[in-house]
């Protein structure tokens, strides 16, 4: 049996998605904030009340611990950007794309997921073969099927960061009694 180029990135992502669903429905509302360790990057309110992210333009030493809001927001921050060049319109700006909130986040990421399992239904093994730029710049050998693996795997690696951060704290709290 063959399996298109498509079909394969199609099949990991759904896998990844539910692995990421998996522990996101798992999750209550005070499991997004906290804190597992002293030196954390979170979300924080800004003036205006928007949710705005902890960041560094160069990688801090030692490296924060962060939380699974500041997660949730690296996943819809880079997805929304990606979505952006994928369909088409000028990027956003990383200060731009802020987190919802606890109770919105699900629905925000299940936005993301439809919208990106729309882009990925257009795709045929040809399109796979384009020249994509986004997101590693003016690069002369990356395509769109570049951009599609890209996705799968820091979707993966982002789900098994919330998934372990959700195991610890609710390891933590059964610990506590």
């Known amino acids: 049996m063959s399996v298109s ?4 990135l199609r099949w990991q992502f759904d896998m990844t998605w539910a692995l990421l669903d998996l522990h996101l429905q798992a999750l209550v509302a005070e499991d997004y904030l906290w804190e597992p360790a002293p030196l954390v990057w979170t979300v924080r309110p800004g003036p205006d009340g928007a949710w705005l992210p902890d960041w560094s333009d160069t990688e801090p030493d030692p490296i924060p611990v962060p939380t699974i809001a500041w997660l949730t927001w690296h996943i819809g921050w880079w997805w929304s950007v990606t979505l952006d060049h994928a369909e088409g319109r000028p990027a956003r700006d990383r200060v731009d794309i802020h987190w919802p909130g606890a109770d919105q986040v699900v629905a925000w990421l299940s936005d993301l997921r439809d919208r990106w399992r729309r882009v990925l ?34 979707l993966m690696k982002n789900a098994a960061e919330i998934g372990q951060l959700r195991l610890l704290r609710a390891a933590g709290r059964f610990a506590d009694r």
């Open 5 to 8: 180029r498509c079909d394969l």
């Open 121 to 154: 239904d257009a795709y045929t093994d040809a399109d796979l073969d384009r020249p994509a730029a986004f997101p590693w710049g003016d690069t002369p050998d990356r395509t769109v099927a570049h951009t599609a693996g890209w996705v799968n795997a820091e």
